[in-house]
């Protein structure tokens, strides 16, 4: 990641694990682990997928949602994510806080590659009961979603999910699911 020293321009950084440290100079930055959310999308009888437009896994099989930015807590960054992707925001009663809509199901390390760099993620999988959810109300991001599709969550096929992580999110999901049953 880091070739010469961002202090003090000297070729020794050398990375330990996720530290990378200067011994010319002292600096030290630990290039932790970035936080992704993902949602489940649920009618009762179908959940939504999107189809990635973009590498990594482009035409594969992916859950709504992304990293979480800096300042922003994982539904905000969800949130977010879901307005960006869908255009979408489900509409909660008054006075419901987004931690009693969203039910946290599941959570797994991950590793996204994006060019050059390999980024260590927690990602973080929550659900939303949405009955009257209906793709033709959303519209999607064309540069990062390439469809949506509404599926019987038995039905998914867990190789045609993008990820490792998704496709552990989406058999945690059909658990959780056949638990609530």
């Known amino acids: 990641m880091f070739q010469y ?5 000297s070729r020794e950084i050398g990375l330990e694990g996720h530290r990378f440290n200067c011994p010319a100079c002292g600096f030290v930055y630990f290039h932790n682990t970035a ?21 990594p896994s482009k035409g ?15 539904l905000e ?9 869908l255009a979408w925001e489900p509409s909660l009663p008054p006075g419901l806080p987004l931690e009693e809509a969203f039910t946290l199901f599941a959570s797994f390390p991950n590793t996204y590659p994006y060019r050059d760099v390999v980024y260590n993620t927690c990602d973080m999988f929550f659900t939303i009961l949405v009955p009257d959810f209906k793709k033709e109300d959303l519209r999607l991001d064309a540069g990062e979603v390439g469809g949506i599709l509404m599926v019987r ?15 552990r999110a989406m058999e945690a999901f059909l658990s959780y699911k056949a638990r609530r049953s």
């Open 60 to 74: 594969m099989l992916d859950l709504p949602g992304g990293f979480v930015d800096p300042g922003e807590g994982v």
């Open 5 to 9: 020293c961002p202090r003090c321009a």
């Open 77 to 85: 960054g969800l949130m977010r994510e879901l307005r960006e992707e």
């Open 153 to 167: 969550a038995q039905d998914i096929n867990l190789n045609d999910m993008a990820f490792d992580s998704t496709r």
């Open 35 to 55: 936080t992704g959310t993902g949602c489940v999308i649920d009618t009762g009888q179908e959940v939504a997928l999107l189809v990635r437009a973009n590498e």
